[in-house]
């Protein structure tokens, strides 16, 4: 049986990584696939990770039709066994409909790539839709790492060093890898696990807070208790 899958975490746990190695795997077996992307960080037409690797992808347009890209493969006689599609947040909810409609009717297997939520904790629409279509969810479990440590769930975004929380869900550039720019400020993703987000509390402001003890209520590192006898 053919399935539309979800695989979904924050920026930094290795998805495209995951959709390349998923592409290579498939194709070394003999099955053919079509890969799809919007916004990749290096541009039109590619998908590519952060661990430089990349392959050349479908851009998905607002204007994509994914049912009818597929039927005019299969019309022209070409094999499509399954869909890589990455940065699926960004899809629209009508085209995730496409992407289930591809499993039910034609018995291709759709593999999404997403990141769940934006900067506002947000769900982003192609992933909202997916969680609601999908026949499974898969959390990646190659966690991105808070600084202090812990697991990061959630994705802050930084203009010239501080951390916000309201905004537009996507900006001019914000894929690039060098961040994109908002009135010429400079805006940067981090990400953050829940505490931190909450006290929005970045490495830049930590790093800040630390260059100025005074701001800590307390440091039990610093202040050992003394040894009894
Ligand atoms: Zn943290």
């Avoid at 009818?68 to 066994?81: S, W």
């Avoid at 499993?103 to 939520?117: W, Y």
């Avoid at 959630?154 to 916000?164: E, L, P, T």
Wanted: negative net charge.
């Amino acid at each position: 049986m053919a399935e539309l899958v979800f695989f979904s975490g924050t920026m930094d746990c290795g998805k495209s990584t995951l959709a390349l190695q998923m592409d290579h795997n498939q194709s070394a077996r003999g099955r053919v696939g079509l890969i799809f992307t919007k916004l990749d960080r290096m541009g039109e037409s590619v998908l590519s990770s952060r661990l430089g690797l990349s392959t050349p992808a479908h851009e998905v347009g607002d204007d994509l039709d994914f049912w009818e890209v597929v039927v005019e493969h299969l019309t022209h006689g070409a094999r499509v066994d399954y869909l890589i599609c990455d940065e699926a947040q960004f899809y629209t909810a009508a085209q995730v409909e496409q992407l289930a409609r591809v499993v039910d009717e034609l018995g291709i297997d759709v593999n999404c790539f997403g990141i769940t939520a934006d900067f506002r904790t947000e769900l982003f629409p192609g992933s909202k839709r997916l969680f609601e279509l999908a026949d499974r969810v898969q959390v990646l479990q190659v966690p991105a790492l808070c600084w202090c440590g812990e697991r990061a769930t959630h994705n802050a975004r930084i203009i010239d060093g501080v951390m916000v929380v309201e905004g537009e869900q996507v900006v001019v550039g914000d894929t690039s890898g060098e961040g994109g720019v908002i009135d010429e400020a400079h805006v940067e993703y981090e990400v953050l696990c829940r505490r931190h987000y909450m006290r929005r509390m970045n490495s830049h402001a930590a790093r800040l807070a630390s260059a100025t003890p005074d701001v800590l209520p307390f440091d039990l590192d610093v202040c050992p208790v003394p040894p009894r006898g």
